[in-house]
């Protein structure tokens, strides 16, 4: 009799090895998507908190700016960040 074995794997072997794979790739891009969401939100926070405050303050001197004309009627337009 001979021994005739084989080195190398089995089919199942390589599937289950693939499922593995390919569910820790998706696993870390979800993470990574959530991740970039997470940054793209806190990124327009941190852009609409910078204007605040100068919108504010255009807004106050155009009331100010009003009452001493004593129109009631406000009206016109601004472009704030983008």
Known sequence: MSNNKQAGFTL???LVASVILFA???L???MFRGAFISSERANRHVTISG???IALKQI???LR???????????GSNVFGE
């Open 12 to 14: 199942i072997e390589v």
């Open 24 to 26: 820790t790739i998706t």
């Open 28 to 30: 870390v891009s979800d």
């Open 51 to 53: 204007i605040m405050p």
């Open 60 to 62: 106050q001197a155009a």
């Open 65 to 75: 700016h009003q009452s001493k004309n004593a129109e009631h009627n406000l009206s």
